[in-house]
């Protein structure tokens, strides 16, 4: 493998987006990016550039990854290669890394910096590879040209006693310049000769040891014997490692050339050889063990050491008919902290979490590091009892929690981070057959779990999750098809005056499947938050709703707002404000009367971007409203600061006003903070007469919810802003 002075890095894959994402972080950081739109292309510009690393897709026209990959383990074994695929399934990784890969990373890739270390992991260990065998190699080849120049003289010397002054000082300057050090010994271990050299490494002078026994320098009996006899038998023994014990004691790493020399007449026969130190060798060697095991930012163990202690624990469990268990943590927001204060102050903030976590760990319990801010902790024989060992797999998360929640002062900012804990028991009591993949399968569901019911929180794994995991995977895979299968429609939900008169409407997605019928939002928005297709559906969502304005418009139909909910990954797209000038420019529908909810935990997790994305929309004539307003963490000074023009009360408010004086308290908290900033308010999820007489007292005028209407398809909608309003 070639080298060059930056690092040159080729891209294989079919997606065009996905080169150009890595092409432009990838140059930001030096390297140069070659591409490839498949296999075979990669393989000609590999065989042609000679890279240093290779990103290769798995599933590709032509010539797919794992072809590449046999290629490349074929004829060029020490270029490193780092699968990048779309498939998660645990087989095609097996596969991958059976053929060769270095690494195996899913894409989309949420942190880039993920791809950033294993590329830097990677090229690492390939320099130390090559830097080990080049030295390996190099060693060899001295050792045997200097061994053999020492024989020829010392056979030159017992030759001719003519030239015996001659060859003396020849012998001389050899003997006392080695590196390596020269022996001579009879079979019965008695040292003969050394050469000076010996002092460099053991501190002992030559005089000390002549005359010695070999056992003196090489402790070990057993391996004296085995050499001997290798000796004897074959007459030769290359790279045999002993273990040197120096005048201190301390034993050094070695390794022998040696030769038996059987000599006519009295003379007894002779070991001839050379020693040299590889104590440099072997930590090079260790190097590489190293990297192979564990995590190089916070030097915990990796997903490979992980699996393989787990798998050990699993068959202890079984044998011993004890219980242990696997958490597994994801810091809460870590990504605002990363890309606002830069990678150094993320990978600091790692390395302390790491610290805490390793704080009072038994000797027979594993923390880990998976990547980017996951992390694992695996917990040994936690009792024969699982309800107790729940119970103390229970008590370990919380107090992970305590640690980790105290501030951390980092290159001067004072941090806070919290952690999302999954807990998996194991054995399962439904399967006890589960793998160590499993058991972290099923540690990561419960951890999305904790995610999803608010983050900061601890979940444990049920058979329920994994059911639904295995459902999200379907409904992420039929996902991806609705749009172009025109299996979408919009509903649209009016909102009204006390006497039931259309003033607006929210618009609602949904998904009517071909097979399976109406899947419900609360199904599949979060699988498309998750996997990125929120934005391709919020676009088509965005786009439908103002040709509807537009045609109602047109038909001269009274509504004065229509709503459209922005998820968070729509809203923090950099090009968001043209793609909906755009899309009112495409549609021709009036921009003030279209409306735009977000919700208050989107608004407050950057809020010098949010608020300059809202000033460039209000700036497009749009309303923006906050959705489930009370719900979330909203601060009255950034209220001030935001460009509002309507709150929306959550209907978990609205529910309870009239049994819960608390609720109660909070709605009309809200509408005269509403009134004294000049916003308007919209009460979600009002169902019976006592809610609203409880609204309308309190001074809200505009309502939303079953008591009115429920969400209806466009022709209904049409005929009700016919009509001017709903009947009550």
Not at 299 to 304: F, T
Not at 413 to 430: K, R, Y
Not at 625 to 651: A, E, H, N, V
Request: aromatic content about 8%; hydrophobic content about 40%; charged content about 25%.
């Amino acid at each position: 493998m070639e080298h060059h002075k930056n690092p040159v890095i080729l891209t294989i894959d079919d997606e065009a987006n996905i080169r150009d994402s890595f092409r432009l972080f990838l140059e930001d950081y030096d390297y140069q990016v070659i591409e490839a739109t498949n296999g075979r292309e990669g393989i000609e510009i590999l065989e042609r550039e000679k890279p240093d690393l290779v990103l290769c897709d798995l599933r590709m026209p032509e010539v797919d990854g794992l072809e590449v990959l046999e290629y490349i383990k074929k004829h060029s074994p020490d270029t490193p290669i780092i699968v990048v695929s779309g498939t998660g399934v645990i087989g095609d990784a097996i596969e991958a890394i059976r053929r060769g890969a270095w690494n195996y990373l899913l894409k989309p890739i949420q942190d880039m910096s993920v791809l950033l270390h294993a590329i830097s992991q990677a090229l690492e260990r390939a320099r130390l590879i090559i830097e080990n065998r080049t030295y390996q190699e190099h060693l060899e080849e001295e050792v045997s040209r200097r061994t053999e120049a020492l024989q020829k003289t010392m056979h030159d010397l017992n030759q001719s006693h003519l030239k015996l002054k001659e060859n003396e000082e020849k012998y001389r300057l050899i003997f006392e310049n080695l590196q390596d050090v020269y022996f001579e010994i009879f079979p019965d271990g008695m040292i003969y000769e050394i050469s000076p050299s010996i002092s460099h490494f053991s501190l002992y002078r030559r005089e000390e040891i002549l005359g010695e026994d070999i056992g003196t320098l090489f402790p070990d009996r057993m391996n004296r014997t085995r050499l001997l006899t290798l000796l004897r038998t074959r007459g030769i023994a290359t790279d045999y490692e002993m273990s040197l014990k120096d005048k201190d004691g301390i034993f050094i790493p070695c390794s022998l050339n040696a030769r038996y020399q059987e000599v006519t007449g009295d003379t007894p026969d002779k070991i001839c050889g050379t020693l040299r130190d590889i104590t440099e060798q072997k930590q090079a060697e260790a190097r590489i063990e190293h990297l192979a095991y564990f995590d190089a930012l916070t030097e915990l163990p990796n997903r490979r050491l992980l699996l393989d202690r787990l798998e050990q624990n699993i068959s202890r469990a079984r044998r011993h008919n004890h219980y242990g268990a696997m958490l597994f943590l994801d810091l809460d927001r870590f990504k605002n902290i990363n890309d606002s204060l830069g990678h150094p102050v993320g990978d600091m903030l790692l390395k302390d979490v790491a610290k805490r976590l390793s704080i009072d760990l038994r000797a027979e319990d594993t923390v880990s590091r998976l990547g980017g801010d996951e992390f694992v902790m695996l917990l040994s024989d936690l009792g024969t009892d699982p309800i107790d060992a729940a119970a103390a797999a229970q008590r370990k998360a919380e107090e992970i929690q305590h640690h980790l929640a105290q501030k951390y002062l980092i290159s001067g900012h004072e941090l806070h981070i919290t952690p999302s804990i999954g807990v998996a028991m194991f054995p399962s009591n439904e399967n006890s057959n589960d793998t160590g993949t499993d058991i972290l399968r099923y540690a990561d569901t419960a951890m999305y779990r904790a995610k999803d019911d608010g983050r900061d929180t601890i979940r444990f794994f049920l058979p329920s999750m994994q059911s639904a995991a295995d459902s999200r995977l379907v409904i992420e895979k039929e996902l991806r098809h609705a749009l172009e299968k025109n299996e979408f429609s919009l509903f649209f939900q009016p909102q009204v005056d006390q006497s039931g008169q259309i003033l607006g409407a929210e618009t609602l997605i949904r998904w009517n499947h071909s097979t399976k019928g109406f899947i419900s939002p609360a199904t599949f928005i979060p699988v498309a938050e998750a996997t990125g297709m929120i934005l391709p559906i919020g676009e088509w969502v965005l786009r439908n709703a103002c040709q509807h304005l537009k045609a109602w418009s047109d038909a001269g139909l009274p509504i004065q707002h229509l709503a459209v909910n922005v998820s968070p990954r729509q809203f923090r797209q950099p090009d968001f404000i043209r793609q909906v000038s755009l899309i009112l420019e495409e549609t021709g529908a009036d921009p003030s009367l279209l409306g735009l909810e977000l919700t208050e935990g989107m608004v407050i997790d950057n809020i010098i971007d949010t608020i300059e994305k809202m000033q460039g929309l209000k700036q497009l004539g749009i309303e923006l409203s906050i959705d489930d307003f009370g719900t979330g963490y909203s601060s009255l000074t950034y209220l001030k600061r935001m460009p509002l023009d309507i709150l929306k009360i959550d209907q978990s408010f609205v529910r309870d006003i009239s049994t819960d004086a608390n609720d109660a308290a909070i709605v009309e908290t809200i509408i005269s903070m509403a009134d004294h900033l000049d916003l308007k308010v919209i009460a979600e999820g009002v169902e019976t007469e006592a809610e609203l007489s409880f609204l309308v007292e309190k001074g809200c005028k505009i309502y939303q919810g079953y008591h009115f209407s429920k969400p209806m398809p466009n022709n209904q909608f049409t005929k009700q802003l016919q009509a001017g309003s709903v009947h009550v």
